[in-house]
């Protein structure tokens, strides 16, 4: 059963709403090429990396603007040659400044998404020299550390591969040192994952450090980390690909063997593209056909992948979750449409399961919410309206969590994570 872990391993920096004003200034600065970060407050200077801006002002960057825009543009837009870059060299220019702290904070997302453990470390510790008394280095460095003394992941060539997937649902056969195994793909999982049983099974070594992370429930589950040595995604192949190993209990007690695991963003954007069709295959790897003339509708912000999506006539943003089964609109959708969520809305309950387990809240049942994904709208009949702000389904950014119930109503989706766009056939 697909769940959330949509928080994997915790964020690296909270997330800041922008102000309009903030933006309307950054974009005139930003089309004529004179905006220094040292010009901008530090505080106003965090609400650049704010991965929502740089879907709506994709435009007004050129090779003029200053390398610190160009840099937080490319981590959110998944351009990580330039991204790396561009922050590399703010990062000579002078280690101890403001910019310098951001580099170092957007670096350790990248490294961090990519499966990039060691350059992460790497740059956490440089990070700690250059700035000892930045409280966001103090944060990294408590994430960082769970991912100490694992290896990078290593990504063979990326080949245009076709599999069956298991009727109306994500899960795909792999193997796993020369297992086979049958996990599902889970764009909310900043870390691939299995259960114990699962580890046992392939024969993984199970490390013995505790690391806690983050789930739909609000409350965490308590992990171990295994590296598998070869993982097999048809014509892939991927090394060193490290796993939280999950507890053996509900809602993972029951996976039958084989089939207790999730393959995260490390490995899907490796695969760099994922063409699923209701008509039972879905293709990994492959060209991208996405228009350039199409803006993206994706961007990463901290660790979330954030879609763009039209609601009710306006343009908003939930988080994108292959690994959640349904839609969850959530406390900040409810202030957003008050006066829709008060005329159309039923009060009752709703229950959220997670790796942590299943957590009850009050909730409010909408008849219907179409929403419109890069041209293509659909419809949720009936949605649900979680009041909750839990940031594995988007409270501390978005309106809510974007799940399969809108990805399976049509033929099916791409995700292009080259142009970053979700698009619905």
Known sequence: MPLRLSDSIGPLAGV?????PLIAAIITAVSCGVLLAAQVPGDDLQRLYN?????????TL???????????????????????????????SGRRSDAANHAYRMLAQIYQRSGRYRQLLENVDEWSRALPESEDVREARKDAERFRGLPNQLNGPRRRSTLSHDPGGISVPISINRKPANYFFDTGAWVSAMTEAEARRLGLDIRGGIVSIGDASG?????????AREVVLADMRFQNVSFAILPNTEPWASAPPGEGGILGIPILLAAGRVH?????????????NTSPDRPPNLAFEGNHLLLQVTVLGERVFTTFDTGALTTDFNSTFAERFADF???????????IQGAGGTVSFDAIRLPEVATTISGTTVTL????LTLQRLAGLGGDCCVGNAGLDLLSQGQGFTIDFSSMVLTLE
């Open 16 to 20: 800041k709403s922008l102000r309009r």
């Open 51 to 59: 991965g929502r801006q740089w879907i709506e002002q994709r435009g």
């Open 62 to 92: 050129t090779a003029d603007s200053p390398a610190i825009l160009r840099g937080a543009a490319a981590t959110a837009l998944n351009d990580p040659m330039n991204a790396e870059r561009l922050l590399r060299s703010i990062i000579r």
């Open 219 to 227: 409350r965490g589950v308590s992990v171990r980390m295994a590296v």
């Open 276 to 288: 699923w069709s209701k008509n039972g295959t879905v293709e990994f790897g492959g060209s991208s």
């Open 341 to 351: 969520v008060q005329r159309t809305g039923t009060k009752g309950s709703a229950e």
């Open 381 to 384: 009949r009936p949605a649900t």
